[in-house]
């Protein structure tokens, strides 16, 4: 298989982008990674990060290469992960990434770069292939930013799409009733 096939084949299964280590780990060393952007087979995003042009587009792309150019182990946060599913009717200017690792690379503005929270560190999953915080957490998360009553839309929505437990949901439902009118639940 020639380094283009493979490294088109790479790409394709995550959202069109493809490291510089991925390539490596494949066989295909970094230098054939510039030979193909000089090319126009692929096209340089960040250091490190390329893109095939023609691959088809999703609404995940930006989160992708968002994750992408922080680096392993980022993971979504708070609206950011909401906004993966259309919850809360969020669609944020910015996406929020979580660096565990200090980075000093500049990011575009679409990009809002923070350390990891204070405190407990929240649980993390795959969604679309995408890490992220758990939508339980990043419903939490989104308090003070957006409106407790859709923060608790929100929750209900999840909760019928299945993307949090029963437990989950109990615990949102107590959480957020506190930020609504201040008891224990509802």
Known sequence: ??????????????YGFITTKQAASAGVPAVELR???????????????????????TPFDQFAEALLRVGENSYLRGDSVLA?????DVN?????VVAPKRTRARFPAFMAVSAPPPGEAPSLTRYAGLLAMR????ILDCRGRIEPTRLREAARDARKEGLVTRAEYAKL???LGKALDGTAGS
């Open 1 to 14: 298989m020639k380094y283009r096939d493979l490294v088109r084949e790479i790409a394709l299964g995550e």
């Open 35 to 57: 030979k193909l952007a000089a090319r126009g087979a692929l096209v340089n995003v960040a250091y490190g990060i390329y893109r095939v042009p023609d691959a088809p587009g």
């Open 84 to 88: 993966l599913f259309g919850l809360a």
């Open 92 to 96: 944020p200017r910015t996406i929020r």
């Open 135 to 138: 939508v339980a957490d990043a």
């Open 173 to 175: 439902q107590r959480e």
